[in-house]
């Protein structure tokens, strides 16, 4: 199974489609960002998605003011072709832009990939592109809170990603550029995540 997977990651129209049947068409990931964010028509905010994978939620933002991040070249070759925005490819470790360069960032199921010491550092370089003030939406897998989402634990047992934490553990990776102004958990499809909204402190 874990070979499947493997394989199917490689491939980007392949990928979201198994992402798209798990998570339900990704309509809750959709609807936090909606609540969260606030990207209006108007609205003059730059957004960073770190680790925007395929660009799957490019569309919820302005194109103009919108950049995605990722190390795989080839989910941003097909971003690039098939997603409004624009795309770097970027490790996470240092970014490509000058400090306090965004308004506000959209991280999505990045940090479950990554052991403590690089989430860490993926967060504290975050920080340092994001101004003063802004808003930094996480949404991370957890492990399921209901024992009987049977799937969900399926899933996590297969998942690519080997650092799915608890609240407590994500807690301890925003670091200290950040505050923490809410959090709770979402269902999409069969995935469990929690979901924090973050505040850049000033340095």
Known sequence: MQSFLDNISTTPRAWNALRWVV??????????????????????????????????????????????????????????RNRPGSYLASDGAALPFVAASFD??????????????????????????????????????????????VAGYLMHSIDRGGYIRNDPAYRTIFGTGFSIISTYTMRSGICDYGIYVLRRLHD
């Open 23 to 80: 998570e339900a068409g990704f309509h809750g990931e959709r609807e936090v960002i909606a609540r969260e964010l606030r990207p209006w028509h108007g609205d003059t905010r730059l957004f960073i998605d770190f680790g925007c994978g395929t660009g799957e939620f490019a569309g919820e933002f302005p194109a103009g003011r919108y950049v995605g991040i990722d190390v795989s070249t080839t989910y941003l070759r097909f971003a690039r």
């Open 104 to 149: 506000a960032a959209l991280v999505v199921g990045v940090l479950h990939h990554l052991p403590d010491d690089i989430a860490r550092a993926a967060m504290h370089e975050l920080a340092r592109v994001l101004r003063t003030g802004a808003t930094a939406l996480v949404i991370e897998d957890i492990p399921p809170p209901d024992a009987w989402n």
